[in-house]
């Protein structure tokens, strides 16, 4: 006879067998439940930033990009249908797939290809800079990819910067592959998010709170904006006391406007401690690589990255706050606007040397302490320039790792294009050029491809574009493909 505490042996083991049992399953439930929220993020951090870049065209090249084109790309993309890679490209996904992996692990080749695209002037290469944001990247939602495009970056800086005859001409232009991809970049960093409401909330409804007025500082331009009656109180026009009213209105402006941008450096000084150390890491590793060049004094580098963090960062987020989530729920009027404006200009000018300085605001900037700006400067670039890029000190999706990239079949056969046409030139050294070889061994060449849905072809934009059937000439939705990164 079995003795009784043989039983409750066995039954203590089974109850744990069925214990184990049900906790793997449940971890199973949450891993699947993990990825698909993670693939819903993916994708719509794709859309988001596709409408983001959509409204960028329109407000930016408004000439090229008429509003009823970006309301039907709009459209278009709120539609958009995420298929499986292997349905468009059969079994020359995996060939795609490698391709993409390898390309990405590699910032150095990504960052040589940009720039041998631009010197060769390659009409898709800004949309293919978009893609390699938002396509090989992935928006930079994974510190793995963030991290990736650091690197990018900095061999931008190396090879574009660096190189250039007039590096900050270049960098104030903001068409280069550095300045595209850094904008970006920044746009969609949650951190800088954080560091511009935290800084600019308060002082920009301060400004729209106190001020209904134009802060116009041009003497010529004083009365442009008032209405007869207000103009009356000037007196006659030409006349000595005229001069004199319109001299104090413009003292009175500047006045109210060196309050104001002296509020807001209050607030970057203040809130410097939670700048955002990927984008301090940046401006570390420009003032680095800059400094070291021959031809450029150190305070022509200095002037290049205080252009950086205001022109291509700040700035923009001071006159379009709503845009960058700043402010939600206060209507931004003309006036406000031309005001915020008037902040930005002269906190740009600020950062310039005296002989780039504006003579129109010489006035105004003879009120400021020349040094506030260069203190917010130091403390950016400050401390030792690691070469490692700096980990997200917020990383919500540690342990995940990206199998996908999610791009349309425009923007891939645009993006092998791209590559293959950057190695027949004569712009890359020649280990890079060996090495976009090999990628490019077992790509196809890019040809029509037709399916159930629509055709699509290599010459179209790279941006998701309406395209057409022989049969009915009828627009259709567009299709994102998403290919499995073989990582």
């Known amino acids: 006879m079995v003795k009784p505490d043989i039983h409750t042996l066995a039954h203590h083991l089974k109850q744990e067998r069925l214990y184990v049992a049900s906790e793997k399953q449940l971890i199973q439930r949450l891993n699947s439940d993990v990825l698909k929220t993670a693939e819903r993020l993916y994708r719509a951090a794709w859309i988001a930033k596709q409408q983001r870049i959509n409204l960028d065209r329109l407000i930016l090249t408004s000439a090229e990009a008429s509003p009823a084109e970006c309301c039907q790309h709009a459209k278009m993309l709120e539609d958009t249908q995420f298929i499986d890679g292997y349905k468009t490209l059969g079994f020359q996904e995996t060939i795609y797939g490698e391709f993409l992996a390898r390309l990405r692990e590699n910032p150095r080749l990504v960052a040589s290809c940009l720039v041998a695209g631009e010197r060769l002037n390659q009409e898709h290469t800004q949309g293919v800079i978009h893609t390699v944001f938002t396509s090989l990247y992935g928006n930079c939602i994974m510190q793995e990819d963030e991290s990736y495009l650091l690197q990018v970056l900095r061999y931008l800086i190396e090879f574009e910067l660096k190189e250039s005859d007039n590096p900050r001409r270049l960098l104030r232009r903001g068409t280069c592959a550095f300045s595209i991809l850094f904008k970006l970049f920044s746009e969609g960093l949650y951190s800088a998010k954080l560091f511009l409401t935290a800084t600019l909330h308060e002082p920009i409804m301060q400004l729209l709170v106190e001020d209904e007025d134009h802060l116009e500082t041009d003497p010529a331009k004083v009365t442009e904006r008032l209405t007869p009656a207000q103009q009356e109180r000037f007196g006659e026009k030409g006349s000595e006391g005229y001069k004199q009213r319109v001299q104090a209105a413009v003292e009175a402006n500047e006045a109210k406007l060196v309050a104001l941008v002296n509020k807001f450096i209050g607030y970057l000084k203040q809130n410097t401690y939670c700048f955002p150390h990927s984008l301090r890491w940046i401006v570390s590793q420009m003032y680095k690589t800059l400094s070291c060049v021959e031809r450029l004094e150190v305070g022509e580098v200095r002037t290049m990255c205080t252009d950086l963090l205001l022109t291509c960062f700040i700035c923009p987020a ?87 990239v999610y791009i349309t079949h425009n923007q891939l056969l645009a993006l092998v294009d791209f590559v293959r046409s950057v190695t027949a030139g004569d712009h890359l050294r020649e280990e890079e050029h060996m090495a976009l070889e090999n990628l490019l061994a077992n790509v196809p060449q890019s040809r029509t491809v037709k399916s159930n849905s629509l055709e699509l072809t290599p010459s179209n934009t790279p941006q998701l574009s309406p395209a057409t059937t022989p049969a009915n000439k009828k627009n259709r939705l567009p299709i994102g493909t998403y290919l499995h990164l073989p990582l």
């Open 318 to 404: 001071i006159v379009n706050p709503e845009q960058y989530g700043i402010i939600s729920d206060a209507p931004i009027n003309e006036v406000a606007r031309f005001n915020l404006m008037q902040v930005g200009q002269l906190l740009q000018q600020l950062a310039m040397a005296d002989d780039d300085a504006d003579p129109r605001r010489k006035s105004s900037l003879s009120k400021f302490d020349k040094s506030c700006v260069a203190a917010f400067l130091d403390v950016v670039i400050g401390g030792r320039a690691v070469e490692t890029p700096p980990m997200s000190s917020m990383n919500l999706l540690e342990g995940l790792s990206r199998t996908v």
